[in-house]
């Protein structure tokens, strides 16, 4: 098996042809491993792009609530900002998750 095999590589084309891709591999600026970062970084940024997309898609859906109505503007300046009628008290609940309740 040996004496097939080392013939073939003292040919000068086939030993080429083995430091070739060795150097591609593992030398060059951008072998396996650079590669592997290159795809990883690649399925991060593909994950933000979506996670940005539903987030416009989220921001475009309460615009539109916003601008559809006064009422709409008021219930969510009161709720979100914690604004107030001059006249008013506002009493803030949390329960144990750590979310408000506005009362």
């Known amino acids: ?19 070739f891709v060795i150097w591609i591999a593992f ?18 940024i593909r994950h933000d792009e979506q996670f940005y997309k539903d987030e416009i898609e989220k921001n475009n859906r309460e615009l539109h609530y916003l601008t ?9 300046a009161r709720e979100k900002y914690l ?7 506002i009493f803030i609940f949390v329960d144990e998750q750590g979310k408000r309740i506005l009362r």
Not at 3 to 17: H, Q
Not at 28 to 39: C, E, K, M, T
């Open 1 to 19: 098996m040996m004496k097939k095999i080392l013939p073939r590589l003292k040919n000068k084309y086939v030993l080429s042809i083995i430091c």
């Open 27 to 44: 030398f060059d600026d951008n072998n396996f491993i650079v590669q592997y970062h290159y795809r990883q970084k690649l399925a991060e």
């Open 68 to 76: 559809s109505s006064k009422k709409n503007l008021e219930t969510y």
């Open 83 to 89: 604004m107030k009628k001059p006249n008013e008290d």
